[in-house]
């Protein structure tokens, strides 16, 4: 019996779980020790700044003044956490091919020259997501699920829109605060400047789980366009989204999901709000399903 | 007559984006059309939460069957399976049963990943570095992967991101946006 074999679900969820990674890996009961445990080396691109939290990373993150170098230093960091709870597949046909579908897509983004990295994770959980800096990962359940290579690009857009917008690193610099990763520190870097103050004082849930909603949305709607560019058929990412709108929520390969995303309808409907007649003038781009790499069962 | 009707789903499949002709349902009044094509000629409407069946996509358009009608609907406005009624409460009440009993231990094996990340064995996961290496060895440049795109037929377009809709949250869907991004 195939765990595949369910029926159900495809789901995706793209983008939104690089929240509740950042919250894992980042606030919720992490000391700050933890999250950087060894001095950061200078990035290479920035001079240094000021460094009130005695963690020069820490402090650029909450200042939201990442330079390039420690926002890739951000993502290894989310990243190498996750990996050491889930592993990629072992098929390195199969991780070339997507990182040559991924940077396509990436090459018609803003941020074109990021060193982005693609991977499938060995997971039957239907997911996907993105960490600053340019890495993207998506599960082999969800990846499994995929009909052609529009559908993969579409997917990988969406996570793309993610790191382009920094919509983690925005976040994160949110989610530092709603754990008070120590009020300690919200208070020494809150001396000088009144940033940390300033959010706070908005009601930090209600403003992170708006954002959520909003960035998703706004991932979905570049990724049809991203794909576009691409020469990709747009329709990709929503075609993954109908299928995993009538998936049951009963199945905890995306109960989880569902709970901290808006639901797919939603989101298509929203699209149907965004798009309307926009498209309507776009050639069909290509769909390319004899060119998506079959996973080896 | 059925079998004529098999035989005309049999060969669609091939042809279609859909794996198989599958049940669907209308997210909102439509036109049908006789092409893929807003300037096509029109056959009719159909009426948000009609099932219909699902036979092809092309470009942002899904061909269905509704009744002796088969033509073309936005599709956006159409997705598989039952009622999106039905599917979302049912959706939104199993999350919160799952929030409230937590994961089945029963159902362990299907959920390793996801169920993983939420219960936080994320943090108990140690930094892996020889995975992280892995994953950035397999980085692609940029010539490399526009040789791809044009061994593919891809050809680029310019375009412009679409702005956010005036109004992004649907009639009762409890789906409420407060502040956010611009």
């Known amino acids: ?297 | 007559m059925p079998i004529i009707l098999l035989f005309l789903i049999i060969w669609l499949i091939p042809q279609s984006g859909v794996a198989q002709a599958v049940e669907g349902v209308m997210l909102r009044d439509d036109t049908v059309r006789a092409t893929p094509s807003a300037q096509a000629t029109t056959l009719g409407k159909v009426r948000k939460n009609a099932r219909v069946q699902l036979l092809a996509n092309r470009g942002g358009w899904t061909q269905v069957r509704l009744g002796a009608t088969t033509g073309w609907v936005r599709l956006l406005y159409v997705r598989r399976g039952a009622p999106s009624g039905a599917s979302l409460s049912d959706s939104l009440s199993s999350a919160r049963d799952v929030v409230r009993r937590g994961p089945d231990p029963g159902r362990v094996t299907a959920t390793a990943g996801l169920r993983g990340l939420d219960a936080g064995d994320l943090e108990k996961a140690s930094f892996d570095e020889v995975q992280l290496a892995r994953l950035e060895s397999w980085s692609v440049a940029a010539p490399q992967a526009r040789r791809f795109a044009e061994e593919g037929g891809l050809r680029t377009r310019a375009l412009a991101y679409m702005p956010r809709p005036v109004s992004e949250s649907s009639p009762g869907s409890g789906f409420d946006l407060i502040g956010g991004a611009p």
């Open chain 1, 1 to 297: 019996m195939r765990p595949s074999g369910s029926g159900s679900s495809l789901g995706w969820l793209m983008g939104v779980m690089l929240c509740v990674m950042s919250h894992h890996g980042f606030a919720m009961g992490t000391p700050p020790a933890k999250v950087e445990p060894k001095p950061t080396p200078p990035s290479e691109n920035q001079a240094p700044k000021p460094d009130k939290t005695g963690n020069p990373l820490l402090s650029a993150l909450l200042a939201g003044q990442l330079s390039e170098a420690q926002e890739r230093q951000l993502g290894r960091r989310i990243v190498g956490n996750l990996l050491g709870a889930v592993p990629l597949v072992g098929d390195d046909a199969l991780q070339g091919y997507v990182n040559r579908v991924g940077r396509w897509v990436a090459l018609q983004s803003e941020r074109p020259d990021l060193v982005w990295h693609f991977g499938v994770l060995d997971s039957e959980a239907i997911n996907a997501f993105a960490a600053p800096g340019g890495y993207v990962l998506i599960t082999r359940g969800l990846y499994r699920r995929l009909n052609s290579e529009a559908e993969l690009a579409g997917v990988l857009a969406h996570e793309i829109a993610h790191v382009i917008r920094r919509h983690h690193v925005k976040l994160l610099q949110r989610s530092q605060i709603i754990a008070g990763l120590g009020g300690a520190l919200v208070k020494e870097v809150g001396t000088g400047g009144d940033m940390a103050q300033h959010v706070i004082g908005h009601g930090a849930e209600v403003a992170a789980r708006a954002l959520d909603k909003e960035t998703e949305l706004e991932a979905d709607r570049m990724a049809l366009i991203l794909a576009a560019r691409a020469g990709y058929d747009a329709y990709g990412l929503p075609l993954v989204l109908q299928e995993i709108g009538h998936f049951s929520g009963q199945d905890d390969r995306v109960a989880l999901l569902f709970k901290t995303h808006p639901h797919p309808d939603q989101r298509l409907q929203v699209l149907a709000d965004t798009v309307g007649e926009r498209l309507d003038g776009l050639a069909p781009g290509g769909t390319l399903p004899d060119r998506l790499y079959r996973l080896i069962e």
